[in-house]
């Protein structure tokens, strides 16, 4: 599957447009998140590129990731629904709606902005450097994957 280049201006606003027909009243088509937390659970992907808040994995951990998840996270299948995730992801606890949307908001642009050169060959936390491709299917597939769980 071809995913949109979220580097790419028009396509950033596109998901940004996708964003702001959700409501804190948005009810999920699957999965035990309700919408602020699956907006704070998309915020992780960028708090672990903007952010030194997680800590990283090493040594086997780390090789067991690149061998069994970074296909599936950079490749081009869709995730599917109800995929297991990182415990760093599990969002639990209640998140304010307009703090979290704003949050995500801000991270797109800012990625949009600094563009796919900034990224290509970027360390990524998990899975070591990425091309700007892989970055820009990382962000456009997860964020695509859970505005389609919320009807968005």
Same mark, same amino acid.
């Given at each position: 599957?071809?995913?949109?280049?979220?580097?790419?201006?028009?396509?950033?606003?596109?998901?940004?447009?996708?964003?702001?027909?959700?409501?804190?009243?948005?009810? $999920?088509?699957?999965? #035990?998140?309700?919408?602020?937390?699956?907006?704070?659970?998309?915020?992780?992907?960028?708090?672990?590129?903007?952010?030194?808040?997680?800590? #990283? $994995?090493?040594?086997?951990?780390?090789?067991?990731?690149?061998?069994?998840?970074?296909?599936?996270?950079?490749? $081009?299948? $869709?995730?599917?629904?109800?995929?297991?995730t990182s415990p760093i992801f599990?969002?639990?606890?209640?998140?304010?709606?307009?703090?979290?949307?704003?949050?995500?908001?801000?991270?797109?642009?800012?990625?949009?902005?600094?563009?796919?050169?900034?990224?290509?060959?970027?360390?990524?936390?998990?899975?070591?450097?990425?091309?700007? #491709?892989?970055?820009?299917?990382?962000?456009? #597939?997860?964020?695509?994957?859970?505005?389609?769980?919320?009807?968005?």
């Amino acid at each position: 599957m071809v995913w949109k280049n979220l580097f790419d201006k028009v396509a950033s606003e596109e998901i940004i447009e996708r964003i702001n027909l959700l409501t804190p009243e948005t009810s $999920p088509k699957w999965g #035990k998140m309700n919408v602020s937390q699956m907006l704070a659970h998309c915020n992780v992907t960028y708090e672990l590129v903007y952010t030194n808040k997680y800590k #990283k $994995p090493k040594g086997f951990q780390k090789i067991l990731i690149k061998l069994f998840a970074k296909n599936i996270v950079v490749g $081009p299948k $869709p995730y599917k629904k109800n995929s297991r995730t990182s415990p760093i992801f599990i969002i639990s606890d209640e998140r304010d709606f307009e703090r979290e949307r704003d949050r995500l908001i801000a991270h797109i642009q800012k990625t949009q902005q600094l563009g796919g050169e900034y990224f290509d060959g970027k360390e990524s936390h998990a899975f070591g450097k990425l091309s700007e #491709k892989e970055w820009n299917v990382l962000f456009s #597939k997860h964020l695509d994957h859970h505005l389609q769980q919320f009807a968005v």
